[in-house]
């Protein structure tokens, strides 16, 4: 009887110590798991920051190319317009020419 006792006492320490085993396998193993889904997380932290930072230049340099874009463009209205009253400049100082030879002409 007491020989049963004993491996019956032995077999449940020995039962005891393995679901400790597995217990602590267990805790490890999530312990793992969730500095794995912390590291992650950071990851995705860093990524969207990442991304917020090229959205924000990529708005930036958007802004940039329409202000020198309306700045080119102003720049080319005032250069044809310079050139426009150059045209006429010159065909009014032709025409005073025109003129002023047909008098000394006359």
């Known amino acids: ?22 217990a602590e396998t267990t805790a490890a193993e999530f312990e793992a798991a969730q500095a794995k889904l912390r590291a992650t997380e950071a990851k995705l932290e860093r990524a969207a920051a990442r991304a917020e930072q090229t959205e924000a230049l990529n708005r930036e340099l958007e802004a940039q190319s329409k202000t020198s874009s309306q700045a080119g463009s102003i720049r080319i209205d005032y250069l044809r317009h310079e050139l426009l009253s150059a045209r006429r400049a010159a065909r009014e100082a032709r025409n005073e020419r025109k003129a002023a030879a047909s008098k000394t002409k006359a």
């Open 1 to 22: 009887y007491r020989a049963t006792l004993r491996r019956r006492l032995r077999s449940a320490v020995e039962s005891e110590r393995s679901q400790e085993s597995r």
